[in-house]
């Protein structure tokens, strides 16, 4: 099976590009590394692999059709890190820039493509809805009007753009996804390990979280299940408050969890960006459960036993 993987050498992508290279699937990674149409195999990863393909994700296609005929499913991950840095027009901009230019790209060369992939699987966040508080929210719920929430819509409609005779389209809401070495958890982390960890403002808000082992297994299932397609919420069944996180990894890190960190000190230090952090989605996998996905994570006390052992 031929595999095209946009994002693939990053915190999601890595993980799952290399499940499929070492059931010796032909996995190719999108790369602006190197120069659009040019491939570099990965050595040490057998044959087929995974290849390096250079390309501009600049909303051209370029030599990308061809890179995609054959393909079974086009994984569309890319896109700059949305804690990346401090929010500015800027940024802002350069957010938005590298998800709808690069999801652009990908979509006209599936149109263009001869042979096109039967699947194209696009990235997307839970920041969909915006702040709904307690609300319950699934798949079918309404997009919210900030600025995640606008930056998401926008590029779910990209991805749309796809659209043609064969092709199945799926956006993924991914949550927080979860995993002690990087990502937000790594971040989360530090305060704990000086015993100052605890809730980020009044620690009422949601957070749709996921293990990163259910994620990867959860797009490798998407991509062998034809019958899911639109919009797909990547959380666990289970989403907790921010406090409630943060006891559960104060539980596992053997610390407190009582010095919680005030809001207005979340928007002095990181401005904007705070938002995020301080307002949440109680999102629910609705799409999946209903199609039969099974979460060997779906509780995140079981998550992090399994992250941090017991």
């Known amino acids: ?40 195999h990965e ?46 027009a800027a940024r802002k901009q350069a957010l938005r820039d590298s998800r709808i230019l690069a999801t652009r790209s990908l979509a006209k060369a599936i149109v263009e493509s001869t042979e096109p992939p039967p699947t194209f699987i696009s990235g997307s966040g839970v920041g969909y809805y915006g702040d709904r508080g307690s609300e319950t929210l699934t798949e079918a719920s309404t997009p919210g009007s900030d600025f995640l929430a606008t930056l998401c819509v926008d590029w779910e409609g990209e991805a749309q753009q796809a659209a043609r005779s064969g092709v199945r389209i799926v956006t993924l809401r991914t949550g927080l996804a979860l995993e002690k070495s ?7 982390m530090l305060p704990f390990r000086f015993f100052a960890g605890g809730p980020l403002g009044g620690g009422r808000q949601y957070m749709p979280w996921i293990h990163r082992h259910d994620w990867v297994e959860m797009v490798r299932w998407l991509v062998d299940t034809p019958s899911v397609a639109g919009p797909v919420n990547a959380t666990a069944p289970h989403p907790v408050t921010n406090a409630e996180f943060a006891r559960a990894l104060g539980r596992a890190l053997r610390r407190p969890a009582l010095l919680p960190t005030p809001a207005f000190a979340i928007k002095i230090a990181v401005g904007e960006m705070a938002q995020a952090a301080l307002t949440g989605q109680r999102a629910l996998p609705a799409v999946a459960q209903r199609a039969g996905y099974h979460f060997r994570y779906p509780e995140i006390e079981i998550a992090f036993r399994g992250i941090f052992g017991d």
């Open 1 to 40: 099976m031929k595999v095209v993987i946009a994002g693939g050498t990053g915190f999601l992508g890595s993980p799952l590009s290399w499940a499929w290279a070492e059931e010796g699937h032909d996995v190719r990674v999108l790369t602006r590394a190197l120069p659009p149409g040019q491939s570099q």
């Open 43 to 88: 050595s040490g990863t057998g044959k087929p692999g995974i290849t390096r393909v250079g390309w501009a994700a600049d909303g051209t296609t370029g030599h990308l059709a061809r890179e995609l005929e054959g393909a079974h499913a086009v994984i569309n991950l890319a896109g700059e890190s949305i804690a990346g840095a401090r929010w500015n």
């Open 182 to 188: 990087a990502g937000v958890l790594a971040q989360m």
